[in-house]
């Protein structure tokens, strides 16, 4: 059995966050929260959080909420 190859895990990771125009990611645009949700888990389990802008995470986590705060 190998050693798990987190870089490459970590790249898959950032690269499907990447991909947001094709026509696939419009449609799953309902369930970006929950991909944005396993993926920092995964990033954070192998030690590699640092490797996203947190600013733009937690923007992109507010912008998501409604005025009434849903």
Do not use: P
């Not at 898959?12 to 449609?27: G, M, P, Q, T």
């Not at 959080?49 to 005025?67: K, N, P, T």
């Amino acid at each position: 059995m190998g050693d798990l190859e987190i870089d490459k895990h970590v790249q898959y990771i950032l690269a499907v966050e990447k991909k947001k125009d094709d026509f696939e990611s419009l449609v799953m645009e309902h369930l970006r929260m929950n991909g944005a949700y396993w993926g920092l888990t995964t990033l954070d389990l192998l030690q590699k959080l640092g490797s996203v802008d947190r600013e733009a995470v937690v923007s992109w986590v507010m912008s998501c909420q409604h005025d009434c705060g849903l």
